[in-house]
Nanobody, 124 residues
Framework: QVQLVESGGGLVQAGGSLRLSCAVS????????MGWFRQAPGKEREFVAA????????RYEDSVKGRFTITRDNAKNTVNLQMNSLKPEDTAVYFC?????????????????WGQGTQVTVSS
């Protein structure tokens, strides 16, 4: 069973930065595309960013382009999300997800494993 554990969430003022990390327990991490999603209260889970297994293919949701950066380290089984210039509308629970043999999909249903989520709160 693949386990994902997120860390790095917290409370930050608008304009600030946070770095989320996701540690993945598997011997085949390089076979997984990885994604970050978020869910605000009363809203559906939405795509934020994704990276292919090799790191060659990266996608971002339009509202985070230029502010967020997704990276992965296949030697350490980790995927990170650097979030800069944070806005109050970025407030949500952020989830890390793994898609076996995937390409970096934007669809929730394509992902096989999920972390428990980490809260990000941006104050105005």
């Amino acid at each position: 069973q693949v386990q994902l554990v997120e860390s790095g969430g917290g409370l930050v003022q608008a304009g600030g930065s946070l770095r989320l990390s996701c540690a993945v327990s598997t011997d085949t991490f390089s076979s997984y595309a990885m994604g970050w999603f978020r869910q605000a209260p009363g809203k559906e889970r939405e795509f934020v960013a994704a990276i292919s297994n090799s790191g060659d293919n990266i996608r971002y949701e339009d509202s985070v382009k230029g502010r967020f950066t997704i990276t992965r380290d296949n030697a350490k089984n980790t995927v990170n999300l650097q979030m800069n210039s944070l806005k109050p509308e970025d407030t949500a629970v952020y989830f890390c997800a793994a898609d076996y043999l995937g390409y970096g999909s934007t669809w929730v249903k394509n992902y096989d494993y999920w972390g428990q989520g980490t809260q990000v709160t941006v104050s105005s």
